[in-house]
């Protein structure tokens, strides 16, 4: 009874398929092309909400509609420091030009970023 129990042990052992070894450098690789990506991603999002509020404002939308308000209270965090950097008369040139710029922003510096965390990561462009 013994051998056979070691017989099928082995034949167990040699049914299992071999693993494969694990490329840590790819694995490393497609995580930080995946943290580029979601870096690119999230500054995209950014500048779509300030895009987004300067159509609501250049359009008129109602101030009191709950999307506008959000997008609005989104915006203005976003801004950072470019909200009152120009202070045109006009309060819709006003929010072009502060948002858009902010926006500009956003795109820039998440593209920079991911440059960086590419580079520094090792992954390639």
Do not use: C
């Amino acid at each position: 009874m013994g051998e056979h129990a070691e017989q099928a042990q082995e034949t167990e052992a040699k049914a299992r398929p071999q693993r494969t070894p694990v490329d840590w450098r790819r694995t490393r690789e497609r995580g930080v092309s995946f943290l580029a990506a979601l870096v690119r991603w999230v500054g995209l999002l950014f500048a779509a909400v300030l895009v987004l509020h300067v159509i609501f404002v250049i359009g008129e939308a109602n101030q009191g509609n709950g999307i506008v308000s959000f997008v609005r209270s989104w915006a203005d965090g976003l801004s950072l420091g470019f909200k009152d950097l120009f202070t045109p008369s006009d309060a819709k040139l006003r929010v072009l030009v502060n948002y858009g710029i902010a926006a500009v922003f956003w795109l820039i510096v998440s593209g920079i970023l991911a440059k960086i965390i590419r580079r520094v990561g090792g992954a390639g462009s």
